[in-house]
């Protein structure tokens, strides 16, 4: 069975490669033996990030501090890796503010969150997919959202957006097999990163994604994600999926309202 570098080496594009992960996918491809290309905004920390895998598994990296919030991001991304022979994407990168009640929210923030999670993610697809058509081999890992798979109020952009993910990420792995290319749809839930202290770990998610590479057109990592997409696909109405996922979600905006204010908060002694 060839080596990951074998299949689609020897590079490795990340985007949201600073933080949470992204982070562990390079580590993860890294530890497989492809150089990578860190994409994200923090330099420094991207920076970091690059010398560790450097010696800790001894390949290349290269570094680009990319705002990919400007509509030229595409050129920078060219310009950085054209003289290198991309052979996997993981379109990571994605918004940072997507709850909310609709009409209360800044209308810029949600049209950033679709800039980030449809904008960004098709248009790397589109150039990265073209290069990997011609060389005749490829992976890409479209990394979505367990909402992507359910009717989620209180963040309804970023889950109508997650499930644009996923049904293009499943039509387009029948599609690119033709020309050689894997793609899979990478959707979790909760995750433990920067912004949140829950979830599920990042290594055994980023694993999930690497193992059904090539194998399966989409991943939902964790059992628990399974099972409760599974029911309310399959056990519920679409009706009462509905007022299901509205509750919940409504109970975790009025305990994000009550920390704000600070309700509830034991006082300092």
């Not at 039509?171 to 959707?187: A, F, M, P, W």
């Not at 009025?254 to 600070?262: I, K, L, M, V, Y």
């Amino acid at each position: 069975m060839p080596s990951y570098a074998e299949q689609y080496g020897p590079w490795a594009l990340i985007t949201g490669a600073s933080a949470g992960i992204g982070e562990e996918f390079v580590k993860q491809l890294a530890r497989r033996g492809l150089n990578i290309l860190l994409v994200a905004r923090r330099a420094e920390k991207l920076t970091e990030i690059a010398s560790f895998v450097e010696q800790e598994y001894g390949v290349q990296t290269r570094v680009l501090a990319c705002d990919m919030s400007h509509n030229d991001f595409l050129s920078v991304i060219k310009e950085a890796s054209e003289d290198l022979d991309i052979g996997m994407l993981i379109n990571n990168a994605g918004a940072a503010s997507f709850h909310g009640r609709f009409l209360s929210r800044d209308l810029d923030t949600i049209n950033q969150s679709v800039h980030f999670s449809i904008t960004v993610q098709l248009t790397l697809l589109h150039h990265f997919g073209n290069k990997m058509a011609e060389r005749g081999k490829g992976g890409i890992v479209q990394v979505a959202s367990a909402t992507g798979h359910l009717p989620m109020p209180y963040m309804v952009e970023y889950s109508s957006c997650k499930a644009f993910q996923l049904t293009m990420g499943e039509g387009l792995n029948y599609e690119l097999k033709r020309q050689g290319i894997d793609i899979l749809v990478l959707s979790p839930g909760a995750t433990k990163t920067e912004r949140v202290d829950f979830g599920m770990e990042v290594e055994p998610v980023v694993l999930a994604a690497l193992k059904g590479l090539g194998k399966e057109p989409s991943v939902i990592p964790g059992i628990f994600n399974k099972v409760l997409i599974w029911t309310r696909k399959h056990l519920m109405s679409r009706k009462q999926s509905l007022r299901s996922c509205g509750a919940y979600q409504e109970t975790n905006l009025r305990r994000r309202d009550r920390a704000a204010w600070g309700i509830g908060k034991k006082p300092a002694i």
